[in-house]
């Protein structure tokens, strides 16, 4: 069974911190990863895309993936109360277009 | 460019009958994925289309079934509703073709939540 495991939360920080998201995945095939947050009552929506080992920043928002660990990370930086959501991470295998989403992390930003 | 689409918005069923929920990707995207999400179970993969072919399929019963059309808007069908069906149904929208970020990026429409009574 290929998975996508995140720890469910609820993480709490301080507003202007870092908030840190992990995601482990199963499938060594997963090639790219994929973080979407979701409001509540709401559909997901794309944060970060991230393909190749190391760092991608965008913006308060950096992932980062290392594939000898098969983990990839969301860290967002100064932290704000509109930052609390659930975030979801997903892989997927290239070329097969069937995702593999995680239950997602609840982030509590505390103000 | 307009985002995914879907509709409708809100259904209320009851057990026994039937439901079509439509999507509509964004323009020139031509996979269409289907989600349900459910508080207890998360986002589950039911099925994903390509040029009007079933390309993936996850491990739901027969009672959920798909269909794409040539312009790439697909719809959903559930029959013999159950209660345990009640959810927030989404879909998604890739360009599809070949490998790479900007081929497999999937953008959600809003969903369409579903009651069944």
């Known amino acids: 069974q290929k998975e996508v495991e995140q720890n469910s939360g609820p993480l709490s920080v301080p507003e202007g911190a870092i908030a840190s998201l992990n995601c482990t995945y199963s499938?060594?095939?997963?090639?790219?990863f994929f973080w979407y947050r979701q409001y509540s009552g709401k559909s997901p929506e794309l944060i970060m895309s991230?393909?190749?080992?190391g760092d991608k920043e965008d913006g308060r928002f950096t992932a980062q993936l290392n594939k000898a660990s098969q983990y990839v990370s969301l860290l967002i930086r100064d932290s704000q109360p509109s930052d609390s959501a659930t975030y979801l991470c997903?892989?997927?295998?290239?070329?097969?277009?069937?995702?593999?989403f995680g239950t997602g992390t609840r982030l509590k930003v505390l103000a | 460019k307009a985002g995914v689409t879907q509709t409708p918005r809100y259904l209320i069923k009851t057990r026994g009958q039937q439901v079509t929920l439509s999507c509509s990707p964004i323009?020139?995207?031509?996979?269409v994925s289907w989600y349900q999400q459910t508080p207890g179970q998360g986002l589950q993969f039911l099925f994903e289309?390509?040029?009007?072919?079933?390309?993936n399929k996850g491990n739901f019963p027969g009672r959920f079934s798909g269909r794409q059309f040539s312009n790439s808007r697909s719809e959903m069908n559930v029959s013999t509703l159950e209660l345990g069906d009640s959810a927030l149904y989404l879909c998604?929208?890739?360009?599809?073709?070949?490998?790479?970020?900007?081929?497999?990026?999937?953008?959600f429409g809003p969903g369409t939540r579903l009651l069944v009574l």
């Open positions: 499938d060594r095939g997963s090639q790219s």
């Open positions: 289309y390509f040029s009007e072919t079933q390309r």
């Open positions: 991230i393909y190749s080992n």
């Open positions: 997903a892989g997927v295998t290239s070329g097969t277009y069937k995702y593999i």
């Open positions: 998604a929208s890739s360009l599809g073709a070949g490998e790479g970020l900007l081929q497999e990026t999937q953008y």
């Open positions: 323009s020139g995207h031509r996979s």
